[in-house]
């Protein structure tokens, strides 16, 4: 099911000093930040500017760590 949600993702760089955040489904985006918390706060800020969104947010070993969402999440279908 495609959703018209904006989703950023906070991982480490690949040698693992600095901090990305990334669009999916938007290649050309990336910014990167010197930790960790400012990395969060900035796809946050981004996120509510962009509703509906999502902050996935992900630990130093990649594995994801929490998601944060912002706006109304979408109707659900019934099954």
Known sequence: MASN???YHVVPNASGERWV???ED???FREEYDTK????EAAKSR??????SQVKVHGSDGNMQYE???G????????
């Open 5 to 7: 949600r904006t989703v």
């Open 21 to 23: 955040i990334s669009k």
């Open 26 to 28: 938007n290649q050309s």
């Open 37 to 40: 918390e400012q990395a969060v």
């Open 47 to 52: 996120a509510r500017q962009e509703e509906p």
């Open 68 to 70: 944060s969402t912002y």
């Open 72 to 79: 109304d999440d979408p109707a659900r279908s019934p099954s």
